[in-house]
């Protein structure tokens, strides 16, 4: 496919547009911090806030490789990420309605179900977002595009979360009701900017059984030992929600003043952590994911000896950290895994990866919502030691430059 300067160029800020208005929908109903804030204070029950983080996350993960074989047939690939934007508005939608409309364990499950729903199209714009963004982005910009968009979205967040902060004593449960909307809307307003993009790829034959792709995990050492290290460091996203949900004190859990600080939190994460996390994976991605493991481990430590009597500004300063932690760890294994595969080899690598993460990470989270009403803050203390092993883990990683 062949563009002229001028339409890649318009190609290019279209794209970071669209890439920067998703961000910020999903930075501001994070299934770490907004949703679980939300739900709290609308009564559902705390098995629900252990299974955002699962839902959200394992949902985009598993249905990648079914998706890609059912829409192998279509050329028109914006149709198909209109259509993935189109699902996460709609599913926002009834989010908040639900938060309007119903309370208690009607309302966690109906948040849930969306929530699935909201993953499955996710996963739909993220397949798709790659083979646009191929398509009509040269080498050399595609990693500026990405990094602008979630530093731009960041921005934003951070000063959606200011906002809050200092307007606390005039906002309430339905202010942030109102932030899930306007991220429906965001998602709405990406349908359209992409309509004037045109992809047509070639119809594409179904790949090769997924159960085949797995088998590539027990063959290749160092997959495998990133399959493993990855699943133990998935707990860096787990233990989130929790961050919010075991609050110092109730007064903490309901001001409007704790889901701003954390929003602020996981918005200034994201900011600064693509350059370094970018410029330490570049070196080593092992030791990349090592550090972040660090971080995450420290942020854990701390909430979890300071839980009593820890101030909001000590457990927004942790939920930084972690959260830098986490992207560190996203980043890492991202720039790992491109560089243990070659060729066609990575696509295979990527597959069989995220389908046995995504079981992990929904298994592990559907266990952790049962047991948390019996173990309660304990759960910090079980993350941060599953945590540590990830980070003994990381040694049998092979290193990757």
């Known amino acids: 496919m062949s563009l002229n300067m001028a339409s890649t160029m318009s190609a290019f800020k279209r794209l970071i547009f669209i890439n920067s208005v998703t961000k910020l929908a999903d930075l501001c109903i994070s299934a770490k911090t907004t949703l679980p804030w939300l739900l709290m204070q609308l009564g559902a029950p705390t098995w629900v806030v252990s299974l955002l983080v699962p839902i959200r996350e394992s949902g985009s993960m598993l249905p990648q490789w079914w998706l890609k074989n059912a829409t192998n047939h279509i050329i028109a690939r914006q149709n198909l990420w209109r259509f993935g934007a ?33 993953s499955l199209g996710r996963a739909l714009c993220s397949l798709t977002m790659k083979e646009i963004q ?17 530093s731009v979205s960041a921005a934003l967040t951070f000063v959606v979360g200011t906002f809050l902060f200092y307007q606390q004593d005039n906002m309430s449960v339905t ?24 992809i047509n790829l070639e119809t594409q034959e179904s790949s090769q059984n997924p159960f085949k792709l797995l088998k590539l995990v027990v063959e290749n050492k160092a997959l495998k030992h990133l399959v493993i290290s990855r699943s133990l ?3 860096a996203a787990l233990v ?5 949900g075991l609050s110092t004190s109730a007064e903490q859990q309901n001001s409007v003043q704790t889901i701003a600080l954390f929003l602020m939190a996981s918005a200034l ?45 000590l457990n927004a300063f942790l939920f930084f950290l972690l959260s830098l932690g986490h992207a560190g760890i996203r980043v890492g294994r991202k720039t790992y895994i491109l560089d243990i595969a070659e060729g066609e080899q990575r696509s295979q690598f990527v597959a069989s990866a995220n389908t046995l993460v995504g079981i992990v990470l929904l298994v592990t989270g559907v266990i952790y919502a049962a047991i948390y009403a019996w173990i309660n803050h304990y759960i ?12 003994l883990h990381s040694q049998y990683l092979s290193n990757d430059k």
């Open 134 to 150: 191929g398509e009509l982005i040269n080498k050399g910009q595609r990693g500026k595009l990405v990094g602008t968009a979630t």
């Open 269 to 313: 994460a994201a900011l600064v952590s693509g350059y370094i996390w970018g410029v330490l994976s570049d070196k080593s991605a092992k030791r990349c994911i090592q550090i972040a493991l660090l971080l995450s481990c420290v942020a854990c430590g701390v909430f979890y000896l300071y839980l009593d009597n820890a101030s909001l500004g």
């Open 380 to 391: 910090i203390l079980l993350m941060l030691v599953i945590l540590g092993l990830a980070l």
């Open 86 to 118: 189109s699902i996460q508005g709609i599913s926002l939608a009834l989010i908040a309605l639900l938060c309007w409309q119903t309370t208690h364990t009607l309302l966690g499950v109906g948040v849930l179900l969306s929530l699935g729903l909201f």
């Open 175 to 198: 202010s942030v009701i109102m932030i899930v909307v306007v991220a429906a809307m965001l998602f709405m307003f990406a349908f359209i900017l992409m309509g004037p993009l045109s």
């Open 233 to 235: 460091a998935l707990h």
């Open 240 to 244: 989130a929600p929790y961050f919010i």
